[in-house]
């Protein structure tokens, strides 16, 4: 059976998770960039399935979009972290699309001041 691993939170750098399948679960790790991170621990669920928890560290605190992947031995990627920081620097794509959106207004404003007769 395949895993399924729901992300609950990730508070303070912990990651928490609910994994759920059939069996004893596998060992899953954190990875950045080819790199472990290191594994998270497992602990058993009233009803079934397992909590997971782990902390994601400093590496990932790095300028730019960082992805935290969390995965099993084989390499099946459960689930993805994204890690934004600079958010000021030029090349991040969130400062990027409130730049963009804001030329958008001032376009819609100068094209309807022309529509109008205004300019």
């Not at 290191?38 to 994601?56: A, D, I, K, N, Y």
Request: proline letters at 4%.
């Amino acid at each position: 059976m395949d895993w399924i691993l729901n992300r609950a939170a990730v508070t303070g750098g912990t990651y928490r998770g609910v994994l759920t399948g059939a069996g004893e679960p596998p060992a899953l790790e954190m990875a950045l960039g080819g790199e472990s991170l290191g594994h998270l621990t497992q602990s058993p669920l009233e009803g079934g399935g397992w909590q997971v928890e782990g902390e994601l560290g400093p590496a990932a605190l790095t300028d730019g979009t960082q992805t935290v992947l969390i995965r099993t031995p084989d390499g099946t990627v459960l689930d993805r972290v994204t890690v934004i920081c600079g958010l000021d620097r030029a090349e991040d794509l969130r400062a990027e699309l409130d730049a963009l959106r804001a030329e958008v207004a001032l376009l819609k404003t100068a094209f309807r001041r022309h529509v109008a007769g205004g300019d």
